[in-house]
């Protein structure tokens, strides 16, 4: 007769394996189609649960090193830690970009977090995931359809407009320079009116993306419109959820 070995629970950490099935002959020999048999026993080898993570430009599938992630347990307990790394492409059979994490209990509810972002992106929000018994991984955020956990992070994005103190209406023609902490200097544009013929694009914002977050910026206008005085400068930082802090005018959309 044939046997089937059925487990019920792993231990911490495992995926359940497949049922087994063995045979004993009259002689006590005991044979396996699905697992091996040494000396006359079964062996049921058991895989670690597997969760893979990348963190990737929100709209790609670039992946971002330098960013620092976690891993928080019911217990609000830090269980796994790391920092994000760029693929080698010298290594053909590991993605370096891509984290993977073992031994995690099944049937639990975990938390992946981003205490740090890449330079010049945004926190992404919590991602909340479970692994089945199986190691099917359930997830709140995106994922590949070969199961990857995917961490989207956006650009930092400041829009800038030029306008008239009074009125509020936008003021062609200015020129506007953007510098560091440092005092470098980082770019700049001139302003322009909206093109009603461009249903969607605002010409008059000038979006500024990538800058690094919790360093203090420094608007200058460099040529003022026609028939107006040179603006005074203004600072701004931009923190790690997009909020921006400033000491010029702002709309609510900021």
Known sequence: PTYTVHELTSPAGYVIPL????????????????????????????????????????GTMNPL??????????????????????????????????????????????????IAATNGFLLSSDITFTIDESGKITSSGSMTDDGVLLVENSLTKVAVSVIDV?????LPGAIVQLFNDQGAFVESWESQVDDPDTEDV?????FIEGLTSNVTYQLRQFIAPA???????????IDETGNINSTGTQTEES
Not at 166 to 170: F, L, M, Q
Not at 202 to 206: K, T
């Open 65 to 114: 090193a330098g960013a620092i992630m976690q891993v928080i347990d019911q217990n609000n307990t830090v269980v796994r830690e790391w920092s994000t790394l760029a693929d080698d492409p010298e290594t053909v059979d590991i993605d370096e970009s891509i984290k993977v994490i073992e031994g995690l209990s099944t049937v639990r509810e975990y938390i992946l977090r981003q």
């Open 166 to 170: 009074a009125s509020g209406i936008i």
């Open 202 to 206: 605002d010409e008059s914002l000038h």
């Open 19 to 58: 049922d087994i099935t063995f045979a004993i002959d009259r002689f006590g020999n005991i044979t396996s189609d699905n697992a091996e048999v040494v000396d006359g026993v079964v062996l049921i080898k058991h895989q670690k649960t597997q969760v893979p993570v990348l963190v990737i430009e929100s």
């Open 227 to 237: 028939g107006y005085l040179i603006a005074e400068p203004i600072d701004f930082v």
